[in-house]
């Protein structure tokens, strides 16, 4: 009896140890089969990425990913810290033109092995140009935007104006002349006075939004049109050009001068009839259809001085520098830019604009709404990289929303600009 009375204790203690608290211990997956995915919480964004990471899992069923999201305006402050740590997140998903930011201070993986010149035909040259550092890839094209100009079709027909079109955009001169026209005919029709342009937030800034303006007054290739120098640390003798003070000057008259834009915030001005137009991007089309059914509105390309554009960059996926897993990190990334992967999140997220070329074409169901082919005609045809720098969350800082703020705001502008690269450029040496 012995041997089974001890047979009996060394079960027991297996069991003991096997259901320790109540319950059966699991075998740790290999550690090359856990991913950790982190996204901002923008509109779709973590949605579209379970989506994702469930049909990866569904076709690698030893792979674990996991998701985690924290606030838009969190979430640039959450990768410092933990990029800083050594345990990090292996995928992450963020603005296109962080990606140069980013690599600079050694925090991304190049992705050439994923996605070399061969395959990056595929894709928005200007993307591939924003996400590219020092001859490298570190962030894989996903989803795209760019900007356009809403009109109210009401106003516009109540002046007897036809809108410009894809084919031919309007000059900033011959938009003004064409925006007081509409607004005297609406002031003498109800009485109403207008604002000509609004932005999403007023005054208009940014650089996303209000730099076009500046490159525009300059040749494709010329110092205006480039905005920053090759490498991005320089503003001097790009910036300052006289062409772009000339537009500088423009857009601070629209302000100071003509009263055609508010200095004050208006919400949804343009939504609620008290704008003529808009500078906006492909979302506000659904939130006007859906919010605004009544008003009756329409798209045409950015005005321009010389030569048309509108700034590209939307969100890219990247592969964090400490990461353990980085064969599973750039497998997932690849699987995430396939079409495959593009159909699966944005059948959850909803449809965006994206950086494959020749994506729209393929599935038209995901595109067939008016806007949307507009917009992907718009950015086919004037998209243009924002000025590439490692350190453009500071250019967009100084440049985009001081400078202009100041410029609107009615500062001179000679010493407003020359003072604001000043700080740029100093800043950019202690990087």
């Given at each position: 009896m012995k041997k089974p009375v001890a047979m009996l204790i060394l079960i027991v203690m297996a069991s003991a140890m096997l259901f320790a608290n109540g319950k059966v211990e699991k075998a740790p997956l290999e550690e090359s089969k856990v991913l950790k995915i982190f996204v901002p919480q923008s509109p779709g964004?973590?949605?579209?990425?379970?989506?994702?990471?469930?049909?990866?899992?569904?076709?690698?069923?030893?792979?674990?990913?996991?998701?985690?999201?924290?606030?838009?305006?969190?979430?640039?402050e959450q990768l410092t810290v933990m990029w800083s740590s050594d345990e990090v997140d292996d995928i992450i998903m963020s603005a296109v033109t962080d990606a140069p930011t980013n690599a600079y201070f050694g925090s991304l993986l190049p992705l050439d092995d994923i996605l070399d010149v061969s395959q990056q035909g595929l894709f928005v040259p200007s993307v591939i140009e924003t996400a590219t550092y020092e001859g490298h890839l570190y962030a894989y094209p996903f989803r795209e935007s760019c900007s356009a100009m809403y009109y109210n079709?009401?106003?516009?027909?109540?002046?007897?104006?036809?809108?410009?079109?894809?084919?031919?955009?309007?000059?900033?001169?011959?938009?003004?002349?064409?925006?007081?026209?509409?607004?005297?005919?609406?002031?003498?029709?109800?009485?109403?006075?207008?604002?000509?342009?609004?932005?999403?937030?007023?005054?208009?800034?940014?650089?996303?939004?209000?730099?076009?303006?500046?490159?525009?007054?300059?040749?494709?290739?010329?110092?205006?049109y480039k905005a920053i120098s090759p490498d991005g640390m320089t503003l001097t003798g790009y910036a300052d050009t006289p062409e772009a003070m000339e537009a500088y000057a423009f857009y601070q008259d629209l302000y100071q001068k003509d009263n055609i834009c508010s200095l004050a915030e208006v919400p949804d001005a343009f939504a609620t009839g008290q704008s003529i137009t808009m500078i906006s991007f492909l979302a506000t089309a659904s939130q006007l259809n859906s919010k605004f059914p009544d008003l009756s509105w329409?798209?045409?390309?950015?005005?321009?001085?010389?030569?048309?554009?509108?700034?590209?960059?939307?969100?890219?996926?990247?592969?964090?520098?400490?990461?353990?897993?980085?064969?599973?990190?750039?497998?997932?990334?690849?699987?995430?830019?396939?079409?495959?992967?593009?159909?699966?999140?944005?059948?959850?997220?909803?449809?965006?604009?994206?950086?494959?070329?020749?994506?729209?074409?393929?599935?038209?169901?995901?595109?067939?709404?008016?806007?949307?082919?507009?917009?992907?005609?718009?950015?086919?045809?004037?998209?243009?990289?924002?000025?590439?720098?490692?350190?453009?969350?500071?250019?967009?800082?100084?440049?985009?929303?001081?400078?202009?703020?100041?410029?609107?705001?009615?500062?001179?502008?000679?010493?407003?600009?020359?003072?604001?690269?000043?700080?740029?450029?100093?800043?950019?040496?202690?990087?």
């Amino acid at each position: 009896m012995k041997k089974p009375v001890a047979m009996l204790i060394l079960i027991v203690m297996a069991s003991a140890m096997l259901f320790a608290n109540g319950k059966v211990e699991k075998a740790p997956l290999e550690e090359s089969k856990v991913l950790k995915i982190f996204v901002p919480q923008s509109p779709g964004v973590p949605q579209g990425m379970e989506a994702l990471a469930k049909a990866y899992m569904e076709k690698n069923p030893d792979t674990q990913i996991s998701v985690r999201s924290v606030p838009f305006g969190k979430y640039k402050e959450q990768l410092t810290v933990m990029w800083s740590s050594d345990e990090v997140d292996d995928i992450i998903m963020s603005a296109v033109t962080d990606a140069p930011t980013n690599a600079y201070f050694g925090s991304l993986l190049p992705l050439d092995d994923i996605l070399d010149v061969s395959q990056q035909g595929l894709f928005v040259p200007s993307v591939i140009e924003t996400a590219t550092y020092e001859g490298h890839l570190y962030a894989y094209p996903f989803r795209e935007s760019c900007s356009a100009m809403y009109y109210n079709k009401e106003y516009f027909a109540l002046a007897g104006i036809e809108p410009a079109t894809l084919e031919n955009p309007w000059t900033w001169s011959q938009w003004k002349e064409n925006i007081l026209a509409v607004r005297d005919a609406v002031e003498k029709k109800n009485g109403q006075r207008l604002w000509g342009l609004t932005f999403l937030s007023n005054p208009g800034a940014g650089d996303f939004w209000i730099t076009p303006i500046i490159r525009s007054n300059g040749v494709k290739g010329s110092n205006t049109y480039k905005a920053i120098s090759p490498d991005g640390m320089t503003l001097t003798g790009y910036a300052d050009t006289p062409e772009a003070m000339e537009a500088y000057a423009f857009y601070q008259d629209l302000y100071q001068k003509d009263n055609i834009c508010s200095l004050a915030e208006v919400p949804d001005a343009f939504a609620t009839g008290q704008s003529i137009t808009m500078i906006s991007f492909l979302a506000t089309a659904s939130q006007l259809n859906s919010k605004f059914p009544d008003l009756s509105w329409g798209l045409m390309p950015l005005p321009y001085f010389k030569t048309p554009l509108t700034h590209t960059g939307g969100f890219a996926i990247s592969v964090s520098a400490k990461t353990k897993v980085p064969n599973l990190a750039k497998d997932f990334v690849k699987f995430a830019g396939s079409e495959e992967g593009l159909v699966t999140y944005f059948k959850t997220s909803g449809v965006d604009l994206v950086s494959r070329i020749g994506f729209a074409e393929k599935h038209p169901e995901l595109y067939a709404k008016e806007a949307q082919q507009f917009f992907l005609k718009n950015l086919e045809m004037y998209g243009e990289a924002r000025p590439i720098t490692p350190g453009y969350t500071l250019y967009n800082a100084i440049i985009g929303f001081d400078m202009f703020e100041d410029i609107v705001s009615g500062a001179d502008i000679e010493k407003t600009v020359k003072d604001k690269i000043k700080i740029f450029e100093n800043q950019m040496k202690n990087l």
